[in-house]
């Protein structure tokens, strides 16, 4: 009997070390190469794919990207699953019960870390909205997830530059709390938000079952795993796409269009309705940025993401279209606003 | 044999591929106990809403919210359906 304890135990520590070896070996491994800005193959220019046979294209394009953009995926998709799994998941919910205030407050903290694909951003808007906290907290925390998310961020940085990563993040701060505030202070947002108070809330206890740690690691990399599986394909299919589109789309038509006032206004309006799904906006907007788009032009079609139509379609069934319409409107201002004064900042308008 | 049985056992999710593993793991494990449950799925975000669930999948039998935010393991599942099932 004791033997067994002993050998169950002794496979528990191995299991947890080796897991946490491969974890930290991955943080090392993108630390060290973003230090020696190490890559398995010289980075390909825009000139380089017009001698390309139409074959060989997306084929270079994507060994160029993954061989120097793998180890920050990796990363990214690790560390979405290790916070996703190990985020205390019920404190959020007694907090966000608290009210209004903490409910703001913890939206746009949680937010970032709950890298979220449609499927479960939806019925985290949904419990938000229940849980007491109101439809203002429940628009911040959907307005602010898909763009501001862990691996939103770490990709933004990565494959284009991290002063855009961080003005990404602090604009989506600002635009998801003034819709979510803006929101609830609407007629509709009320009339939702009291139809939401009225239906009782079913209690409903929590017997913690208490798992090792090296179960939660293996449970936050087969997360990990799954959004990778969910996210990957389109990712992939993004950068083919860009790649064609950087051999074959005159840089002066981007020039033309996607700068200026114009072209913030453009970006802004294909960046929502266009559905691109999660990371793909960064991927296309890598690509029309190396054709001539405008850091401002950038930045609103980065802004885009959060009020695509296929989230407003998922929202409306649970609130109301004025609701949904006002939280596109506003994120949509939002990210014209924003794209001209970075644009305007940044001396590339 | 087979006549035991547990109340109501729902499991929450709007129908995602993790939702869906952690309905066959449910059914699997009532079948491999042999413990009748009526297993319902809720899909509708309002519903899993009503329920106090902001993280999918989640698993609640008779009233007790066992777990959400993941998939659980199978063993795990087991014995949540051995600890509540009458002996």
Same mark, same amino acid.
């Given at each position: 009997m004791y033997l067994r304890i002993g050998a169950l135990e002794g496979w528990r520590l191995l299991r947890t070390g080796l897991l946490l070896a491969f974890i930290i070996s991955v943080i090392a491994g993108l630390v060290y190469s973003r230090i020696m800005a190490y890559s398995l193959a010289p980075t390909l220019s825009v000139a380089d794919l017009h001698g390309l046979p139409i074959w060989l294209i997306p084929i270079a394009y994507l060994i160029d990207y993954f061989s120097h953009g793998w180890i920050c995926l990796l990363f990214a998709f690790i560390a979405a699953g290790l916070i996703y799994e190990l985020i205390p998941k019920h404190l959020i919910t007694t907090y966000m019960r608290r009210g209004r205030s903490a409910g703001y407050l913890l939206a746009l903290a949680a937010a970032p870390f709950l890298t979220v694909c449609s499927c479960t951003m939806v019925p985290l808007f949904a419990g938000v909205l229940y849980?007491?906290?109101?439809i203002g907290p429940a628009i911040t925390f959907l307005l602010m997830a898909p763009s501001a998310n862990i691996l939103a961020i770490l990709l933004t940085g990565d494959m284009l530059y991290w002063e855009l990563a961080w003005v990404r993040l602090a604009v989506s701060i600002i635009v998801a709390l003034s819709a979510g505030i803006v929101v609830s202070k609407t007629p509709w947002g009320r009339s939702v938000e009291r139809e939401c108070h009225n239906t009782a809330q079913t209690a409903v206890a929590v017997s913690g079952v208490e798992r090792h740690l090296d179960e939660k690691l293996w449970a936050a990399l087969k997360f990990g795993g799954y959004l990778a599986k969910q996210i990957l394909p389109y990712f992939i299919i993004g950068l083919i796409a860009v790649s064609y589109l950087e051999a074959y789309l005159p840089t002066d038509i981007v020039g033309r269009y996607l700068t200026g006032v114009g072209g913030v206004l453009i970006a802004s309006v294909l960046g929502g309705p266009?559905?691109?799904?999660?990371l793909v906006e960064i991927v296309v907007g890598k690509g029309l940025w190396s054709l001539g788009m405008s850091k401002g032009a950038l930045l609103a079609w980065l802004m885009g993401?959060?009020?695509d139509v296929a989230n407003a379609l998922a929202v409306s069934k649970i609130a109301k279209w004025r609701v949904v319409l006002t939280y596109m409107v506003i994120a949509w201002l939002g990210s014209v606003v924003f794209g001209l004064l970075y644009g305007v900042l940044s001396g590339s308008l | 044999m087979g006549n035991k049985v547990l109340g109501v056992v729902k499991v929450l999710g709007p129908g995602c591929p993790r939702c869906q593993e952690t309905k066959r793991l449910v059914i699997n494990a009532l079948a491999e106990l042999q413990i009748a449950a009526d297993v319902q799925e809720i899909k509708d975000p309002k519903e899993i809403a009503k329920l106090g =669930?902001?993280?999918?999948p989640a698993v609640i039998i008779n009233n007790q919210l =066992?777990?959400?935010?993941r998939v659980p393991r199978y063993e795990e599942v087991k014995k949540w359906f051995t600890d509540r099932a009458p002996k």
């Open positions: 849980s007491g906290a109101g266009l559905y691109t799904p999660t993401q959060p009020y | =669930v902001m993280f999918t =066992v777990s959400q935010g």
